[in-house]
């Protein structure tokens, strides 16, 4: 094969593995223009901003909802893991009261306090024990 395209190139012949091949077109900018232009005319092309740059498309500058989504769920398993972490902390058989339930058990208890003190408030004192008998 090698010997083939050697004689051919020397004959003059075209070469029958290259004499498929094209040279490649050349793109031609005027034409492009040109059809930019027709489309844009047409309304399949927005237009550009002052500066020549290309239209930005529908969602440009904003995150998209799926990295929002991953970030929430990030967040939530960190709040888990720092309930967890308070929770580890806590004598077994205790939980962790919300404020409101904390303030509501502290009322009840003083209230409940209040109630024992007067009931020994009222009752009889004596002094007769063994010893001073």
């Known amino acids: ?3 083939e395209k050697k004689r051919s190139l020397q004959e003059g012949r ?3 593995i290259n004499s ?10 005027e034409d492009s223009l040109i059809r930019s232009q027709k489309a844009r ?3 399949n092309i927005s237009q550009t901003d002052i500066h020549g740059a ?11 909802t799926y990295i929002n989504k991953y ?8 709040e888990q893991e720092r309930i967890l972490e308070i929770q580890s902390r806590l ?24 109630e024992v003190d007067k009931i020994l408030e009222t009752m ?3 002094m007769k024990t063994i010893s001073i008998r």
């Open 124 to 126: 009889p004192l004596s």
């Open 41 to 43: 005319s047409q309304g």
């Open 71 to 78: 970030r929430k769920l990030e967040e939530e398993r960190k």
């Open 14 to 16: 075209p070469n029958r």
């Open 54 to 64: 290309p239209p930005k498309r529908k969602g440009y500058g904003k995150v998209p």
């Open 1 to 3: 094969l090698f010997q």
């Open 20 to 29: 498929d091949l094209k040279p490649p077109k050349m793109p031609n900018y």
């Open 91 to 114: 004598p077994p058989g205790t939980r962790l009261l919300s404020e409101e339930e904390r303030q509501e058990t502290l009322k009840n208890l003083r209230a409940t306090k209040l």
